[in-house]
Antibody, heavy 120, light 108 residues
Framework: QVHLLESGPGLVKASQTLSLTCDISGDSVSNRGDAWNWLRQSPSRGLEWLGSIYFRSQWFRKYGTSAESRVTINPDTSRNQFSLEVKSVTPDDTAMYFC??????????WGQGILVIVSS | EVVLTQSPGTLSLSPGDRATLSCRASQSVNNNLLLWYQQKPGQAPRLLMYDVFTRMSGTPDRFTGSGSGTDFTLTISSLEPEDFGVYYCQHFDFSLFTFGQGTRLEIK
């Protein structure tokens, strides 16, 4: 049974960097058959895919278009985690942030989500 | 980027009714890369269906996905109380994932 758990600060000041971590149990961040994703959800923007990371003999990253230049996703193989950084946040980045495993060209396993509020 | 438009925005039905949820894509969806999720309040979305009509393990057979090209449908043959929530369609193309805005299925 795969379990994902997001963690990080729930409050970030505008212009600073939002940093979250996703702990993986029951699977490996280095599993060549999977991709590991960050998504967010807000009333104004709906469900939005931020990006993914996956290992296929080397690490690959892909990012969504909306926040591409500000988003970085990295693996931590020693802790079986992956992380999300969003730089220069604004109140528009306030959302529920989810990590999820990628399969079937979608997302088959999700964390519970973490609410991040960006204060101005 | 493919834009997905779901209709109706809200569907009010009773247990036992048939529900028909629509997802229309702005461009033709290639390789049947269309998925459906269910989300309940306070929970993450749950993947129900992928490749248009393939049910995930645990998705009841009262859920049926259909469609091709730009028009897709999720049908729930006879609503159970646990089926109420918000449903999203999702597409994958050119390394991008996009979601529809959701259809809220509520108890009448």
């Amino acid at each position: 049974q795969v379990h994902l758990l997001e963690s990080g600060p729930g409050l970030v000041k505008a212009s600073q960097t939002l940093s979250l971590t996703c702990d993986i149990s029951g699977d490996s961040v280095s599993n060549r058959g999977d991709a590991w994703n960050w998504l967010r959800q807000s009333p104004s923007r709906g469900l939005e895919w931020l990006g993914s990371i996956y290992f296929r003999s080397q690490w690959f990253r892909k990012y969504g278009t909306s926040a591409e230049s500000r988003v970085t996703i990295n693996p931590d193989t020693s802790r079986n985690q992956f992380s999300l950084e969003v730089k220069s946040v604004t109140p528009d980045d306030t959302a529920m942030y989810f990590c999820a495993r990628g399969r079937h060209n979608g997302f088959d396993c999700w964390g519970q989500g973490i609410l991040v509020i960006v204060s101005s | 980027e493919v834009v997905l438009t779901q209709s109706p925005g809200t569907l009010s039905l009773s247990p036992g009714d048939r529900a028909t949820l629509s997802c229309r894509a702005s461009q033709s969806v290639n390789n049947n890369l269309l998925l459906w999720y269910q989300q309940k309040p306070g929970q993450a979305p749950r993947l129900l269906m992928y490749d248009v009509f393939t049910r995930m393990s645990g998705t009841p057979d009262r859920f049926t996905g259909s469609g091709s090209g730009t028009d897709f449908t999720l049908t729930i043959s006879s609503l159970e109380p646990e089926d109420f929530g918000v449903y999203y369609c999702q597409h994958f193309d050119f390394s991008l994932f996009t979601f529809g805005q959701g259809t809220r299925l509520e108890i009448k």
